[in-house]
């Protein structure tokens, strides 16, 4: 009777070691390619990093923002952004369909999500502004990331 056991114990946990019980594991989405720029443009806000900041300048900003403008702005962006160096999220902008727009959230304060705009110029996501839409108007928005 022993001998009959082993190989049967045996048989059992090579069934137990192949069975398909594990549970999937779920996968993070790959990151949109607005969230490093957005993350880098935020970074440069909360380090004063003029230099760093203009050079993901759309183009409208580059026409219109020396760098002395930026140093100037630099401040009030940073109390605007919270010091945050890095987006929660990424939605489709107001104008995503005839100019790429997307928004990526920064925080929400009181009615408004305080997030960064930016636009798709030659294949690059470039920055517009500091924008704050309505909560509702957020929530509107197409998800892109994450």
């Known amino acids: 009777m022993k001998s009959f056991l082993a190989p049967l ?3 059992f946990i090579i069934a137990g070691c192949s069975s398909e019980t594990e549970t999937p594991k779920e ?10 720029v957005a993350d880098e443009i935020l970074t440069a806000i909360a380090n ?12 409208v900003n580059r ?3 020396t760098l002395d403008k ?8 940073k109390r605007k952004t919270g010091g945050v160096t ?7 902008g107001r104008r995503f369909d005839k100019t790429g727009e997307v928004f990526g959230k920064i925080r929400v304060e009181g009615r408004e999500v305080m997030g960064v705009s930016l636009m798709l110029e030659e294949g690059e996501y470039r920055f517009e502004d500091i924008n704050s839409p309505s909560v509702n108007r957020y929530e509107e928005l197409g998800k892109l990331w994450p």
């Open 9 to 11: 114990f045996a048989l």
């Open 70 to 77: 930026i140093k100037k702005y630099l401040p009030e962006m």
């Open 63 to 65: 026409k219109k923002l």
């Open 27 to 36: 996968e993070t989405p790959a990151a949109h390619p607005a969230v490093a």
């Open 48 to 59: 004063g990093d003029a230099e760093g900041l203009q050079k993901h300048l759309n183009e």
């Open 86 to 92: 890095g987006i929660s999220e990424l939605v489709k």
